[in-house]
């Protein structure tokens, strides 16, 4: 999952950073707003983690001027406005969820798989597609009924796929999720990982669309 963050405050933004990635999602962090309205318009994220305190364009302009241009991305607004009027403006605006600064990194985890499961029509932490059972709340997988150690970049990869189970999946928006805007990857990359993910579950789970992406049917084997 590939998550933009919009935070100026350095230290702030390090420790955010630092903990999405522990939890193996991919991190963009940006700093400006003018910066983060042009990533915004991309629609290249899953999430967005927006501050409204920023240089260049306040967040709250940037948050409007988004949804003026029919960006469809979640946002979660993180802000030291906590006044009423400043959450409700924000949600009228736009936001999918409002987080008053300070806040425990904890609560923000949880907030982020809220909105993941809203996103992705779940009602609960847990995932399941016929063997396969991942939990996005511990970040464990098990098929088979046994447990599978997996790395974090290889639990992202099996976390989208199974997100949308029956369904082909674009290699190019896998690349962007798990890789993100900033980093440079190797064109066999994906092609690695998806083999190394095959091997610790079976060759046959995830199937290659060629030319096309990857998917893993709703009753894998």
Known sequence: MHIILVEDDTQLGTAI???LERLAYTVTWLRDGREALSALRDQTADLVLLDLGLPGKDGMEV???AR????TTPVMVMTARDRLDDRVSGLDAGADDYLVKPFHLDELAARIR?????AQGLAANRIEAGALSLDLGTSE???RGE???????????LQILME???RLVRRESLENSLYGLDNIVGSSALEVLVHTLRRKLSFDTIQTVRGFGYMIPREPK
């Not at 809220?114 to 809203?118: A, C, E, F, N, Q």
């Open 17 to 19: 950073a630092r903990a």
């Open 63 to 65: 948050l409007t001027e």
């Open 68 to 71: 003026r241009s029919h960006v």
């Open 114 to 118: 809220s909105l993941t499961r809203r």
């Open 141 to 143: 997988v098990s098929f």
């Open 147 to 157: 447990r599978v150690e997996l790395t974090k970049r290889e639990f992202a990869l």
């Open 164 to 166: 949308r189970a029956g």
